[in-house]
């Protein structure tokens, strides 16, 4: 049992620094990301992420401009490790949208898919 407790806080620990090294970063974690998702049909659409400081980790919601997502969507996930983010929500019809990005610069970049098969390139910056 020990040991197991051991682990979890050095866990969080790790976690706790790597999300402390990003936010220091040019961009940050938090705010509000715009960009582009590509579409299975390759049709771009307008994303919105808008991501905040919870009292455990973040919270936040996803809006689309084509209309794919219902307005302002809650993120069910949003986990950064020093390397990547990730986000995941559920579309209306429930299907889970999972988007993995990297930090470029001023901006993450990266794919996104679904539990159904769909995928797609993905880039936003955060909105200034």
Same mark, same amino acid.
């Given at each position: 049992?020990?040991?197991?407790?051991?682990?979890?806080?050095?866990?969080?620990?790790?976690?706790?620094?790597?999300?402390?090294?990003?936010? =220091? =970063?040019?961009? =940050?974690?938090?705010?509000?990301?715009?960009?582009?998702?590509?579409?299975? /049909?390759?049709?771009?659409?307008?994303?919105?992420?808008?991501?905040?400081?919870?009292?455990?980790?973040?919270?936040?919601?996803?809006?689309?401009?084509?209309?794919?997502?219902?307005?302002?969507?809650?993120?069910?996930?949003?986990?950064?490790? =020093?390397?990547?983010?990730?986000?995941?929500?559920?579309?209306?019809?429930?299907?889970?949208?999972?988007?993995?990005?990297?930090? /470029?610069?001023?901006?993450?970049?990266?794919?996104?898919?679904?539990?159904?098969?769909?995928?797609?390139?993905?880039?936003?910056?955060?909105?200034?």
């Amino acid at each position: 049992m020990h040991l197991l407790k051991t682990a979890l806080c050095a866990l969080v620990l790790a976690v706790a620094i790597a999300l402390a090294a990003f936010a =220091g =970063g040019p961009a =940050g974690i938090e705010g509000t990301w715009v960009g582009t998702a590509i579409l299975p /049909d390759q049709t771009p659409d307008e994303v919105t992420l808008i991501i905040e400081k919870a009292e455990k980790g973040y919270k936040g919601k996803v809006s689309d401009a084509a209309g794919v997502l219902a307005p302002e969507t809650p993120l069910t996930e949003i986990v950064y490790d =020093g390397k990547e983010l990730k986000v995941v929500f559920p579309t209306a019809e429930g299907v889970v949208i999972s988007i993995v990005l990297k930090p /470029d610069k001023e901006k993450f970049t990266g794919q996104w898919t679904s539990d159904d098969g769909g995928s797609g390139a993905v880039e936003i910056a955060k909105k200034k």
